[in-house]
Nanobody, 117 residues
């Protein structure tokens, strides 16, 4: 079992930057977290992958954020960071952190990111 705590959302103007943080805690069971990442969901839209990083450092990104977003991870602290640059209004959504532990995917509560002038 894993609890995820997110922080860093907010309101930013187009072209601005935000950093999201996700920390995994209350890990119950042996083993380590395999992958961490973010999905996002805009009103009326399906939840979609934004970025993902494995414990080995392999990453993948949605095409819409490549070159603008960077995901990183501190395995020792079970923390993942999402640096979001050159933000666009279409990046507005609730961003959900997730982590895969012992083949189970856990989700955070979500944090709102709004890109607007």
């Amino acid at each position: 079992q894993v609890q995820l705590v997110e922080s860093g959302g907010g309101l930013v103007q187009p072209g601005g930057s935000l950093r999201l943080s996700c920390r995994a805690s209350r890990i119950i069971g042996s083993g380590s977290i395999y992958a961490m990442g973010w999905h996002r969901q805009a009103p009326g839209q399906q939840r979609e992958l934004v970025a993902r990083i494995t414990s080995g450092g392999s990453t993948n990104y949605a095409d819409s954020v490549k070159g603008r977003f960077t995901i990183s991870r501190d395995n020792a602290k079970n923390t993942a960071l999402l640096e979001m640059n050159s933000l666009k209004p279409e990046d507005t959504a609730v961003y959900y952190c997730n982590a895969v532990f012992r083949s189970v995917t856990y989700w955070g509560q979500g944090t709102q990111v709004t890109v607007s002038s």
